[in-house]
């Protein structure tokens, strides 16, 4: 008879409820696993960086879509499945390539490697790479990871901004003026050459120190005290600094500073150009010196001037007294009067402090004023009356002008009146339009004789008046209605002799 087999005993109703739990939590944590693995690989494809892990020889086994389009590929399969497998240390440039490979044997790692790369279309990129190699217990490398970044714009960036900082210490130091920039607390944190070279200290022994450090007492004083006027007022000034060298001799900068402000607003420092105006202060010394001397000569000039017209007056007066025809005798004083208002001239320059131009108002009431007395004009018959504005007139102007005065005031006190009729004479000046001026003389008499023709004058006076007015490019204006009235209209002439 065939014995039957016992029932097989399972596990005890508490283990099993152990063993179903169990299996509950590593089901629950696989799937946490796989949906952490899920979320990592979804975190690594949607990086900005590439990611990539890559076998023992170096071709990729992994890589993620930032890989791919740094690298210029479409997608990571293209990286990954390639006929010709594909090793990153193929897109590293040669140079660098075994410094790559000697990082990774020696120390199982890259840490911020810097190298340039060719894309797949050719182009070139910067790349920057963190990376190591994955080992077992071993030691074995089993692959290798990392990270990398396309750094071509920050890299450019930075090359451009050292190329713009080389230009410009090359700019700097090629100028002949001292160029520094000081921090908020007064301290050089740059300086060029000339600067380096004009107090004989090295640049290293300068950045980083104030002016109390480095400079002279007086010359650091003057400094600091302009550092915080540029700081307190926020706007750029200009001054004059001196510096006293060992040996004695004054050297004076003309400094400009201004203050440096940063995107924010807030206060960085100044910047200071000084230029060494030693030469330029002694030429101006010198140069004032020769106008000294040049106004002593043209003072000398003018009053020598003024003596001889007044000895060739006198001389006029001496002969007028031995003749004894009337005409002669007047047309002598007649010339003196001439010589006279052209002496007045060179008078009024004399003693003023302006040798190439004269105030020509206080000149007419002068000249006026002696033609009255010479011709022993009655002022409570005859008045005169000035109406100047305050003008001045150059030399090859005024001596025109004080003729033709001359010769019309003359002419209306020799003619313009009958004997003990009252009346006025008025000379003015002013300005007019388009930098012009107008000369008037003009009287209440008797006028003008019927038929006078300005263009064919038929007196010495007139003549002499048409020929000054051409002189000054001007032109003659004449009416008669109520007495006589002259209009002279001229520009200030130039001359070589007194340009200004």
């Not at 299996?23 to 899920?38: D, H």
């Not at 890989?67 to 497998?85: F, K, T, V």
């Not at 080992?135 to 990398?148: N, P, R, T």
Request: glycine share 6%; aromatic share 6%.
């Amino acid at each position: 008879m065939k014995r039957k087999n016992p029932p097989r005993q399972g596990p005890p109703p508490a283990e099993r409820n152990r063993l179903r739990e169990e299996n509950k939590r590593l089901k629950a944590e696989i799937k946490r696993l796989k949906e952490s693995e899920a979320s990592l690989r979804r975190i690594i494809d949607e990086a900005v960086e590439g990611f990539f892990q890559s076998d023992v020889e170096g071709h990729f086994i992994r890589a993620n879509q930032a890989m791919a389009r740094i690298l210029g590929y479409g997608s990571p399969e293209e990286l990954i499945s390639s006929a010709d497998p594909l090793a990153l240390t193929s897109f590293v440039q040669p140079e660098k390539r075994e410094e790559y490979k000697k990082l990774m044997e020696e120390k199982g790692e890259v840490r911020r490697f810097v190298f340039q790369a060719k894309r797949r279309d050719g182009q070139t990129c910067w790349l920057l790479e963190n990376g190591r190699a994955v080992k077992d217990k071993k030691g074995s490398v089993l692959y290798y990871e990392g990270h990398i970044q396309d750094v071509t714009t920050s890299f450019e960036t930075a090359q451009n901004l050292e190329e713009t900082k080389a230009r410009l210490e090359a700019f700097i130091n090629a100028a002949p003026d001292l160029i520094y920039f000081k921090d908020k607390k007064g301290k050089y944190v740059v300086v060029n050459k000339a600067f380096e070279q004009a107090f004989g200290i090295e640049t290293e022994k300068i950045l980083g120190k104030d002016d109390a450090a480095i400079l002279p007492a007086d010359l650091a004083a003057q400094c600091i005290a302009s550092d915080a006027t540029i700081f307190s007022l926020r706007q750029p000034a200009t001054r004059e600094e001196t510096l006293e060298r060992s040996d004695g001799q004054k050297v004076v900068f003309e400094t400009i500073k201004a203050p440096v402000f940063s995107a924010d607003g807030s206060l960085m420092g100044l910047v200071g150009i000084s230029r060494d105006i030693t030469q330029r202060k002694k030429n101006e010394e010198e140069l004032r010196l020769l106008v000294r001397e040049k106004e002593v000569l043209l003072r000398e000039i003018h009053h020598r001037v003024k003596n001889n017209m007044q000895v060739i007056s006198s001389l006029l007066s001496l002969q007028a007294q031995k003749l004894a025809d009337n005409q002669a005798v007047q047309a002598l004083k007649e010339c003196q009067e001439r010589i006279r208002s052209m002496a007045f001239v060179h008078d009024k320059l004399y003693q003023q402090r302006a040798f190439h131009r004269i105030e020509f108002s206080s000149y007419l009431r002068l000249l006026a004023s002696h033609l009255f007395h010479a011709y022993q004009a009655d002022s409570r018959v005859i008045r005169l009356r000035v109406e100047a504005e305050e003008i001045h007139l150059n030399l090859n102007t005024a001596i025109p002008c004080g003729l033709i005065v001359n010769e019309l005031v003359t002419n209306a006190l020799k003619h313009a009146f009958s004997p003990d009729q009252s009346g006025e004479i008025i000379v003015g000046l002013s300005r007019t339009e388009g930098g012009r001026f107008l000369l008037t003389v003009k009287d209440n008499g008797r006028g003008l004789r019927p038929g006078l023709d300005l263009n064919h004058p038929t007196t010495l006076g007139l003549e002499i008046v048409k020929i000054l007015v051409d002189q000054l490019g001007g032109s003659l204006e004449v009416s008669s209605a109520g007495g006589t009235e002259f209009r002279v209209i001229f520009e200030e002439q130039t001359s070589s002799a007194y340009n200004e």
